[in-house]
């Protein structure tokens, strides 16, 4: 597609970052994104939420504030009742709400397979943006939520997932990222994405290509969901952790990664954490401010491949 440059669009599909942004005067920028997908849970009001919370998840990766959301809906008319997309819009506006922002309106389609997400516009500083571009050698790499929730979504839908499990990945997927933001921006830190589809790996390398910059992680740290390891030995699969795969090919070294990290890693996210580039004078006081929040690995200079996976 040809380039329309703008002046006042400083963050565009460039840097591979999660949402756009549009600087309106010196001090407000407003950020746009847009997501949506069809379900991964069965409880329709969770559904709603963990969208929701995935739509509105770009605007803090960027560091900015949600304002406004707009509903987007695909939904099978005739198929199921309309309480589900009662259920699935209450939860989304329940998730908007505790945001800070509104759900001020949507489109809605009939389609063949159930699908909900948002249309988000936030705000934030044009000097105190996160995003791809900007991680230094150095620099802590941090992840705010554990991984696995593909594997985990896969166990459940072919009956292998307990009911203790289930609500664990529920609560994750279903938990907004403002904390883990705003504490970003409150420390001066200036690099973050968060990690969705392209999974952990295919995140950090868009960090790590936008900044000319290695990343290097150690597999052993990376937290998980209950047992995310234990089901991908026991043979639990996802169709989105080859894609990934295959997407890294060429960026990834990844020979001295235990085969159940390199799995968790490159597990496809809905709704996952933030991976957050942190200077190490500031490293404590983010980890602190961060519950469940984890050091994974380092900015390096420029190497061979963009990221190492140890």
Known sequence: MPVHADRRVVVGRETFDDAGVFVVRDDLALIQTVDFFAP???DPYIFGQVAAANALSDVFAMGGEPLTALAIVGFPAGKLPNSVLTEILRGGQDKVREAGAVLI???SIIDEELKFGLSVTGEARPDRLLTNAAAQPGDRLVLTKPLGTGLLSTAAKNEQLGDDALAVLHESM??????????AVRLGV???TDVTGFGLLGHASHIARASDVMLWIDGATLPELPSARALWSSGTRTGGADRNEAYLVDLVDWSDAAP???ALALDP???GGLLVAVPPAALAEYLSAVPGSVEIGAVEAP???RIVLR
Do not use: F
């Open 40 to 42: 991964i849970v069965d």
């Open 260 to 262: 159940a990290d390199r």
């Open 105 to 107: 309106g949507g489109h």
């Open 174 to 183: 279903s938990s907004l990222n403002a904390l883990a933001s705003r504490a």
């Open 269 to 271: 996210q809905t709704s």
């Open 303 to 305: 190497g061979r491949y």
């Open 190 to 192: 200036k690099c973050a």
